[in-house]
């Protein structure tokens, strides 16, 4: 089984940054998908980040954005130390939300629904400030 461990949450102004992380822990490299969500009070949990790769042969990643953070955000992992970041830049009001990072074992053909992640971290708080 996979576990996640998330942090860098925190309270920030508008037009900051924030870098989260995502500690994997368990058979990290079975999980060939992690991906970023975020929930906003009042809404549903929405896809924010993706990235793939081979656990295996390593051959490299694949990344893919929710629309409106394109540009601003970054997704990215670090293989020898099992984390996988979301670095936030350009940090807007409406990107207040609790972001959980989410894993995979498969690569889904859909990837920005919940359903299709088996493991789940705690959820960290981002609070942007007008």
């Known amino acids: 089984q996979v576990q996640l461990v998330e942090s860098g949450g925190g309270l920030v102004q508008t037009g900051g940054s924030l870098r989260l992380s995502c500690v994997v822990s368990?058979?990290?490299?079975?999980?060939?998908?992690m991906a970023w969500f975020r929930q906003a009070p009042g809404k549903d949990r929405e896809f924010v980040a993706v990235?793939?790769?081979?656990?295996?042969?390593?051959?490299?990643?694949?990344?893919e954005y929710k629309d409106s953070v394109k540009g601003r955000f970054t997704i990215s992992r670090d293989n020898a130390k099992n984390t996988v970041y979301l670095q936030m830049n350009s940090l807007k009001p409406e990107d207040t939300a609790v972001y959980y990072c989410?894993?995979?074992?498969?690569?889904?053909?859909?990837?920005?629904?919940?359903?299709?992640?088996?493991?789940w971290g705690q959820g960290t708080q981002v609070t942007v400030s007008s």
């Open positions: 368990g058979r990290a490299f079975s999980s060939y998908t």
């Open positions: 990235i793939t790769w081979d656990g295996v042969t390593w051959n490299g990643d694949t990344t």
């Open positions: 989410a894993a995979s074992s498969i690569r889904p053909s859909v990837y920005d629904t919940p359903a299709v992640y088996q493991s």
